[in-house]
T-cell receptor, first 110, second 114 residues
Framework: SQQGEEDPQALSIQEGENATMNCSYK?????LQWYRQNSGRGLVHLIL?????REKHSGRLRVTLDTSKKSSSLLITASRAADTASYFC??????????FGAGTRLFVKA | DAGVIQSPRHEVTEMGQEVTLRCKPI?????LFWYRQTMMRGLELLIY????????DSGMPEDRFSAKMPNASFSTLKIQPSEPRDSAVYFC????????????FGSGTRLTVV
Protein backbone atom coordinates (compact mmCIF):
# COMPACT_ATOMS: atom_id res chain seq x y z
CA SER A 1 0.00 0.00 0.00
CA GLN A 2 1.18 3.51 -0.74
CA GLN A 3 1.75 5.94 2.12
CA GLY A 4 2.26 9.09 0.09
CA GLU A 5 0.09 10.71 -2.53
CA GLU A 6 1.65 13.19 -4.93
CA ASP A 7 -0.17 16.07 -6.51
CA PRO A 8 -0.40 16.83 -9.36
CA GLN A 9 -0.04 13.55 -11.21
CA ALA A 10 1.47 15.40 -14.15
CA LEU A 11 2.88 18.89 -14.66
CA SER A 12 4.00 20.63 -17.83
CA ILE A 13 5.89 23.93 -17.65
CA GLN A 14 8.23 26.10 -19.70
CA GLU A 15 11.95 26.16 -19.12
CA GLY A 16 12.82 28.82 -16.56
CA GLU A 17 9.56 28.49 -14.65
CA ASN A 18 9.28 27.04 -11.16
CA ALA A 19 7.74 23.62 -10.58
CA THR A 20 5.94 22.72 -7.36
CA MET A 21 4.94 19.21 -6.41
CA ASN A 22 3.06 18.21 -3.30
CA CYS A 23 3.00 15.06 -1.22
CA SER A 24 0.54 14.03 1.45
CA TYR A 25 0.93 11.05 3.75
CA LYS A 26 -1.08 9.23 6.36
CA UNK A 27 0.99 8.19 9.37
CA UNK A 28 3.75 9.60 11.55
CA UNK A 29 7.15 9.63 9.91
CA UNK A 30 10.83 9.81 10.81
CA UNK A 31 11.69 11.61 7.62
CA LEU A 32 10.45 12.30 4.11
CA GLN A 33 12.58 11.93 1.02
CA TRP A 34 12.26 13.04 -2.59
CA TYR A 35 13.58 11.04 -5.51
CA ARG A 36 13.80 11.57 -9.25
CA GLN A 37 13.39 8.88 -11.87
CA ASN A 38 14.26 9.36 -15.50
CA SER A 39 12.46 7.12 -17.93
CA GLY A 40 13.76 3.57 -17.78
CA ARG A 41 16.22 4.30 -15.01
CA GLY A 42 16.54 3.72 -11.29
CA LEU A 43 15.55 6.32 -8.73
CA VAL A 44 17.99 8.98 -7.61
CA HIS A 45 17.82 10.46 -4.13
CA LEU A 46 17.42 14.25 -4.16
CA ILE A 47 16.84 15.44 -0.63
CA LEU A 48 15.76 14.25 2.81
CA UNK A 49 13.92 16.28 5.42
CA UNK A 50 13.58 15.06 8.99
CA UNK A 51 10.34 15.20 10.91
CA UNK A 52 11.67 17.99 13.15
CA UNK A 53 12.66 20.16 10.19
CA ARG A 54 10.35 22.51 8.36
CA GLU A 55 12.36 23.55 5.32
CA LYS A 56 15.47 22.43 3.51
CA HIS A 57 17.36 23.63 0.47
CA SER A 58 19.71 21.95 -1.96
CA GLY A 59 20.77 23.90 -5.02
CA ARG A 60 17.60 24.68 -7.00
CA LEU A 61 15.51 22.42 -4.75
CA ARG A 62 13.47 23.60 -1.82
CA VAL A 63 11.51 21.16 0.34
CA THR A 64 9.02 22.01 3.04
CA LEU A 65 7.42 19.72 5.57
CA ASP A 66 4.27 20.33 7.60
CA THR A 67 3.83 17.43 10.00
CA SER A 68 0.57 18.85 11.37
CA LYS A 69 -0.95 18.59 7.90
CA LYS A 70 1.07 15.52 6.98
CA SER A 71 2.23 17.14 3.79
CA SER A 72 5.40 18.18 1.98
CA SER A 73 6.21 20.17 -1.11
CA LEU A 74 9.13 20.10 -3.52
CA LEU A 75 9.94 23.29 -5.40
CA ILE A 76 12.31 23.25 -8.35
CA THR A 77 13.31 26.77 -9.28
CA ALA A 78 14.37 27.94 -12.74
CA SER A 79 13.53 24.57 -14.27
CA ARG A 80 15.52 23.14 -17.16
CA ALA A 81 14.63 20.63 -19.85
CA ALA A 82 16.94 18.17 -18.04
CA ASP A 83 14.59 18.29 -15.04
CA THR A 84 12.02 16.36 -17.07
CA ALA A 85 11.43 13.19 -15.03
CA SER A 86 9.09 11.60 -12.52
CA TYR A 87 9.42 12.77 -8.93
CA PHE A 88 8.48 10.62 -5.96
CA CYS A 89 8.12 11.31 -2.29
CA UNK A 90 8.99 8.54 0.13
CA UNK A 91 8.16 8.39 3.81
CA UNK A 92 10.28 6.56 6.33
CA UNK A 93 8.36 5.27 9.28
CA UNK A 94 9.51 3.12 12.19
CA UNK A 95 12.35 0.73 11.58
CA UNK A 96 13.49 2.42 8.37
CA UNK A 97 10.48 1.15 6.44
CA UNK A 98 10.29 3.44 3.39
CA UNK A 99 7.15 3.69 1.27
CA PHE A 100 6.84 5.59 -2.01
CA GLY A 101 3.99 7.60 -3.41
CA ALA A 102 2.61 7.38 -6.94
CA GLY A 103 4.81 10.17 -8.29
CA THR A 104 4.45 13.36 -10.31
CA ARG A 105 5.49 13.38 -13.95
CA LEU A 106 7.19 16.67 -14.76
CA PHE A 107 7.72 17.80 -18.33
CA VAL A 108 9.81 20.91 -18.92
CA LYS A 109 9.50 22.37 -22.39
CA ALA A 110 12.55 24.00 -23.90
CA ASP B 1 32.07 2.98 -5.99
CA ALA B 2 30.09 0.97 -8.55
CA GLY B 3 26.78 1.65 -6.85
CA VAL B 4 24.07 -0.93 -6.35
CA ILE B 5 24.44 -3.65 -8.96
CA GLN B 6 21.49 -5.67 -10.15
CA SER B 7 21.45 -8.58 -12.53
CA PRO B 8 20.15 -9.43 -14.98
CA ARG B 9 19.02 -6.13 -16.51
CA HIS B 10 16.33 -7.87 -18.51
CA GLU B 11 14.72 -11.25 -18.03
CA VAL B 12 12.12 -12.89 -20.23
CA THR B 13 10.76 -16.17 -19.00
CA GLU B 14 7.83 -18.46 -19.55
CA MET B 15 5.02 -18.79 -17.08
CA GLY B 16 5.78 -21.44 -14.50
CA GLN B 17 9.53 -21.03 -14.62
CA GLU B 18 11.67 -20.03 -11.67
CA VAL B 19 13.21 -16.58 -11.77
CA THR B 20 16.08 -15.33 -9.61
CA LEU B 21 17.00 -11.68 -9.41
CA ARG B 22 20.29 -10.62 -7.88
CA CYS B 23 21.53 -7.56 -6.05
CA LYS B 24 24.89 -6.41 -4.76
CA PRO B 25 24.48 -3.47 -2.37
CA ILE B 26 27.00 -0.74 -1.72
CA UNK B 27 29.73 -1.87 0.63
CA UNK B 28 29.10 -0.64 4.16
CA UNK B 29 25.36 -0.20 3.72
CA UNK B 30 23.42 -2.16 6.32
CA UNK B 31 19.91 -1.78 4.85
CA LEU B 32 18.72 -3.43 1.65
CA PHE B 33 15.30 -3.01 0.05
CA TRP B 34 13.50 -4.78 -2.77
CA TYR B 35 10.82 -2.81 -4.64
CA ARG B 36 8.59 -3.66 -7.57
CA GLN B 37 7.38 -1.01 -10.01
CA THR B 38 4.41 -1.29 -12.35
CA MET B 39 2.26 1.30 -14.06
CA MET B 40 -0.81 0.14 -12.20
CA ARG B 41 0.59 -0.19 -8.69
CA GLY B 42 3.56 2.16 -8.70
CA LEU B 43 6.52 1.38 -6.44
CA GLU B 44 5.75 -1.33 -3.94
CA LEU B 45 8.04 -2.28 -1.08
CA LEU B 46 8.39 -6.05 -1.10
CA ILE B 47 10.87 -6.72 1.68
CA TYR B 48 13.79 -5.11 3.44
CA UNK B 49 16.79 -6.34 5.41
CA UNK B 50 18.95 -4.90 8.15
CA UNK B 51 22.35 -6.49 8.66
CA UNK B 52 21.26 -9.39 6.43
CA UNK B 53 18.17 -10.11 8.55
CA UNK B 54 14.68 -9.67 7.01
CA UNK B 55 12.85 -6.98 8.95
CA UNK B 56 9.56 -6.65 7.12
CA ASP B 57 8.30 -8.93 4.36
CA SER B 58 4.67 -7.87 4.54
CA GLY B 59 4.85 -6.57 0.98
CA MET B 60 5.78 -9.91 -0.54
CA PRO B 61 2.69 -10.67 -2.60
CA GLU B 62 2.53 -14.43 -2.30
CA ASP B 63 4.38 -17.50 -1.16
CA ARG B 64 5.74 -17.73 -4.68
CA PHE B 65 8.09 -14.88 -3.74
CA SER B 66 11.08 -15.37 -1.48
CA ALA B 67 14.14 -13.26 -0.69
CA LYS B 68 17.43 -14.04 0.95
CA MET B 69 20.50 -12.14 2.03
CA PRO B 70 23.19 -14.72 2.84
CA ASN B 71 25.83 -12.05 3.42
CA ALA B 72 26.31 -8.30 3.43
CA SER B 73 27.24 -8.15 -0.23
CA PHE B 74 24.54 -10.22 -1.89
CA SER B 75 20.78 -10.63 -1.97
CA THR B 76 18.39 -12.59 -4.17
CA LEU B 77 14.70 -12.33 -4.94
CA LYS B 78 13.19 -15.53 -6.25
CA ILE B 79 9.82 -16.11 -7.88
CA GLN B 80 8.69 -19.69 -8.25
CA PRO B 81 6.60 -20.37 -10.22
CA SER B 82 6.44 -17.13 -12.17
CA GLU B 83 3.18 -15.76 -13.58
CA PRO B 84 2.45 -13.07 -16.22
CA ARG B 85 1.22 -10.68 -13.51
CA ASP B 86 4.72 -10.72 -12.00
CA SER B 87 5.94 -8.75 -15.00
CA ALA B 88 7.43 -5.53 -13.64
CA VAL B 89 10.67 -3.71 -12.97
CA TYR B 90 12.27 -4.91 -9.77
CA PHE B 91 14.58 -2.52 -7.96
CA CYS B 92 17.07 -3.14 -5.22
CA UNK B 93 18.19 -0.24 -3.01
CA UNK B 94 20.67 0.03 -0.17
CA UNK B 95 21.43 2.55 2.53
CA UNK B 96 23.11 3.04 5.85
CA UNK B 97 21.54 3.30 9.26
CA UNK B 98 22.53 6.94 9.47
CA UNK B 99 19.40 8.76 8.51
CA UNK B 100 20.13 11.63 6.24
CA UNK B 101 21.52 10.23 3.04
CA UNK B 102 18.55 8.45 1.54
CA UNK B 103 18.96 5.25 -0.38
CA UNK B 104 20.84 4.30 -3.51
CA PHE B 105 18.92 2.40 -6.15
CA GLY B 106 20.17 -0.08 -8.69
CA SER B 107 19.21 0.17 -12.34
CA GLY B 108 16.53 -2.46 -11.93
CA THR B 109 15.65 -5.77 -13.54
CA ARG B 110 12.87 -5.66 -16.11
CA LEU B 111 11.03 -8.97 -15.83
CA THR B 112 8.64 -10.17 -18.49
CA VAL B 113 6.74 -13.38 -17.92
CA VAL B 114 5.02 -14.72 -21.03
Amino acid sequence: SQQGEEDPQALSIQEGENATMNCSYKTSINNLQWYRQNSGRGLVHLILIRSNEREKHSGRLRVTLDTSKKSSSLLITASRAADTASYFCATETGGFKTIFGAGTRLFVKA
Amino acid sequence: DAGVIQSPRHEVTEMGQEVTLRCKPISGHDYLFWYRQTMMRGLELLIYFNNNVPIDDSGMPEDRFSAKMPNASFSTLKIQPSEPRDSAVYFCASGSGTRGNGYTFGSGTRLTVV
